[in-house]
C-alpha cells in the first residue's frame, strides 16, 4: 500500500521521532507538511497526519494542509504528542478528515516534552517523552494497521 506520513514537529522534535518511527514500520514516505502538495496527497491509499497538540489543536500548518486537501478515497490516521498525550484532542481534525472523504483507521497519542510557559522554569514535564516505551507503542500501532 502507498503510504505517507505528514508531520510537522516544531517545539522539540517529539512528534517526529513518533513520526519516524511509525513509517520504518510501514515503510512510508515521511514528510513535513510544508514540502506536500496537497494535490498530491490523491497519490496515497494510506495517510497518517501527525503534529504536536497547541491549544487544545493540531499545529496550524497541519490543518492547513487538510483544508487545501482535494478530495479523498484514502485511509488515514492520526497521531500526536503533547503535555496530556491524549487523543481526545484528535476529534477535530478526525472530522475534517472524514468530511473529505477519508476513512479513519485509527490515531495514536503519547507525551512529549512539554516546555510552555511557567512548565519552561523547571525545565518542563515529560522531559525525555517519548521515550522507548512511547516508540515502542507507536511501532505497535502502526503493525497494528495491517498494511
Ligand atoms: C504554545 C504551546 C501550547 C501548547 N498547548 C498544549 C495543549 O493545549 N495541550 C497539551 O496537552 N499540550 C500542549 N502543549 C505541549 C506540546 O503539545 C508538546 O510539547 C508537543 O509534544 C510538541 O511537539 P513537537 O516537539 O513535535 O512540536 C503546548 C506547547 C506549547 C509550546
Known amino acids: ?18 513520526a519516524k518511527a511509525i513509517s520504518e514500520v510501514l515503510g512510508a514516505e515521511l514528510k513535513e507538511a510544508k514540502e506536500v502538495d496537497p494535490h498530491a496527497l490523491q497519490n496515497y491509499e494510506l495517510i ?36 496530556f498525550g491524549k487523543t481526545d484532542v484528535h476529534e477535530v481534525l478526525r472530522k475534517e478528515l472524514e468530511a473529505k472523504g477519508c476513512k479513519i483507521v485509527g490515531d495514536f497519542a503519547c507525551k ?7 512548565f519552561k522554569l523547571t525545565g518542563g514535564i515529560n522531559k525525555g ?11 505497535e500501532f502502526a503493525k497494528g494497521l495491517g498494511t
Not at 500500500?1 to 513518533?18: D, Q
Not at 497526519?49 to 500548518?61: E, L, T, W
Request: hydrophobic share 40%.
Open 129 to 139: 517523552r517519548p521515550d522507548e516505551n512511547d516508540l515502542a507503542r507507536a511501532r
Open 112 to 118: 512529549g516534552w512539554d516546555t510552555y510557559k511557567l
Open 48 to 83: 497518517g497526519f501527525g503534529s504536536g497538540i497547541f491549544f487544545s489543536k493540531f499545529h496550524a500548518r497541519l490543518l492547513q494542509l487538510v483544508t487545501e486537501m482535494p478530495q479523498s478515497s484514502c485511509k488515514a490516521f492520526i497521531f500526536s504528542t503533547s503535555g
Open 1 to 18: 500500500m502507498k503510504s505517507l506520513i505528514v508531520y510537522v514537529s516544531v517545539e522539540h522534535g517529539n512528534t517526529e521521532k513518533v
